[in-house]
């Protein structure tokens, strides 16, 4: 059976990793979860005063030529996990603090550019499904299958929002119904690469679909061409 490379784009809390993981896990191919990366270089700020109600551009572009980020194979669960100088920082790059500045710190374009780069790298095997914002348009423009997830803000706000009380955030429906919509707001508009879906991306607002519907007509979407 052909590899092929699977890019699934969206809004924030649409269920893309947990999608992404699926089809990986049933293909046998590797996951990237580029959110994450984006989400390691926003806790290096956070971590370094680089933050202080906004992001310190300038001292953040300088950091960067030293950052290292990188995925690892956690030997337990067998999925690949974010880190940060060598650090596992899977658990950490969740919280909402982290989320809050995320978006900014990757609507940088040196940041952008860094992060592109090791992605292409990674994704230039076949053999890959990686999710972002930008995966389809920008980073795998080749990939064979491209998928765009979307869904009412509040079904996402109250999706996200379950697994912060998981985790024991001490957060509001609201609070994260604001960073739903701030982050989206963000994304959709800033200069560089922007979250738009790809013109051959197949469209799929998961509002009223349940997680093994999707998958399943994900995955006959990409039994097709394999
Ligand atoms: O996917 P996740 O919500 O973890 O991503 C966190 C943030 O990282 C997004 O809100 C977005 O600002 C940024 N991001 C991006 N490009 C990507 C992946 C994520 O700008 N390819």
Request: glycine letters at 6%; hydrophobic letters at 40%; aromatic letters at 4%.
């Amino acid at each position: 059976m052909r590899k092929i490379s699977i890019a699934i784009d969206g809004h924030s809390s649409t269920g893309k990793s947990t999608l992404a993981r699926q089809l990986a896990e049933s293909l046998g191919y590797v996951y990237i979860d580029s959110g994450a990366m984006y989400r390691a270089v926003a806790l290096f700020a956070l971590r370094n005063d680089l933050i202080d109600g906004s992001v310190n551009e300038a001292g953040l572009i300088e950091a960067l030529r030293d950052m290292d980020v990188s995925f690892g194979l956690n030997s337990q669960t067998g999925r690949t996990e974010i880190h940060l100088n060598g650090e596992n920082v899977e658990q950490e790059i969740r919280t909402i603090e982290v989320s809050s500045y995320v978006s900014e710190v990757a609507a940088i374009p040196e940041v952008r550019e860094k992060l592109v780069k090791l992605q292409r790298e990674m994704g230039r095997q076949k053999g890959v499904v990686m999710d972002g914002r930008d995966i389809g348009t920008v980073v795998l423009p080749e990939a064979e299958l491209k998928l765009f997830m979307t869904a009412a803000p509040e079904t996402r706000a109250a999706r996200r929002y379950k697994e912060l009380l998981d985790r024991g955030e001490d957060i509001t429906y609201e609070e994260v119904l604001k960073n739903v919509r701030h982050r989206d707001h963000l994304d959709s508009n800033r200069a560089v690469s922007p979250l738009k879906q790809a013109e051959d991306a197949i469209c799929l607002d998961n509002s009223d679909m349940g997680l093994k519907e999707q998958f399943e007509r994900v995955r006959s979407f990409a039994n097709r061409i394999l």
